[in-house]
């Protein structure tokens, strides 16, 4: 009995240490909104990278509501006659928001009966627990399907009324209901964001849009009364981040740590692209390997990476090394896309993306590009696999797709060498595809 207690322990650490924390962010703060402490926009809208972007705010000073699936977004106000609007307009600024990047989601049959909001809290909350999701930590969800009935609100405070309080945030609330209606509810989880995206008491932010796209906003009450389908961030994306340890000032101790996500590698290389997404798997793989714990020290790990701008870019990044450190070079020589050695153990991996995995077209074109050979159209054409590679791979268990190896004896053996070619900046001044730019 003890035995299986402690197996089922460690199993469950294992099991939850695998799934991503999937980066969900906030701006601004709900109960400031409510309590007409700040109507103030905290979140432009078209400063958010849109690529898989899924977000609920209310507009502007609480003048409507804002949802986004999947890089979409839909606004809607109520109009004078009382008819609900809606547009897709991305210039609109938003006092609060919640909102993440999700490549891919889990799809999962929801049987549950549910009358109310809470309840549907509760449901969700056993679902993710029996699925091995971290509830401790927020989770954006979708529902989708066709809900028995539904109570929405598009909050729609007149745009000449400066004051602010509780009262007058109930009064510019319309109140719409549905019964029978097809659509979908994109919410957001949490126990630690009462007041910013929550309200006191309740675990969730959700809106409601219906397929039809005429009804969009905030969701007070749900009644579920037949299946409907659960989508849940993807367990094996590696969209996911990476957990970091680093000092805590210029002259620090360790223990300040973070998580980082592709998107912040996005952010420092210039673009999203395959190399970057297939760097980012790699090391992350690599680094599981020399932290089984899960908690990458920054302070204590050196790189070598193969030449290409994206790989070098996520060497350096992730693990804190640098040239002039003497813990970071660049060599073709490595067998691998990089090798890492953790400095306490001497321990040493190389990581390879397995042969057969990125479809061959891509780097035939690749060198075409690099040698000026392929036309406007022709680069479209290869961004275009390149994304698609970059899907499959954030759809795919990254076991699969690289190796990690030991490497015993590892000769760190740095060399400065400057004349690599930066391959993402050779095509910047080639015309569109169409002839224009
Ligand atoms: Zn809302
Ligand atoms: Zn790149």
Redesign the pocket.
Known sequence: MKYNTIFLFTFFMLFTHQLPAQQVHTAGEMRKVMMGEDLGPHLRWDSIARQHLFG???LGRIQG?ITILDGQIFVSTVGANGQVQIQNDWEVEAPFAVYAHVPAWERFDFEVKTESESELQEALEKFMLAHGYDTSKPVPFRVQGTFGHIDYHI?SKPASETEHSHELHEKAKKHFSLENTRGELLGFYSQHHEGVFTHRGSFV???FMDDARQNM???ENVAITQKVALLLPMINSTLGSIHVNDTDFSKGRLGFQQDIELQDLVKFHGHLCDGLVVGFQALSEAMKTLYPDGTIDRTNTRIVSQPPPCLTDVAVYLSGGRYQFNTFYVSKAIDGLFVVQRLDTGRAVAVNLNKGVKPEAIDRLGSLAVKGELSACGLDSLKTMEDEFSDFLLKTKPSENYTVREIKDFKWDPVLQNDFVKTDVLNKNKPGCDGGH
Do not use: F, N
Request: zero cysteines; hydrophobic letters at 35%.
């Open positions: 609920i705010s209310p509501e909050i932010h959700i809106h906003g905030h969701l």
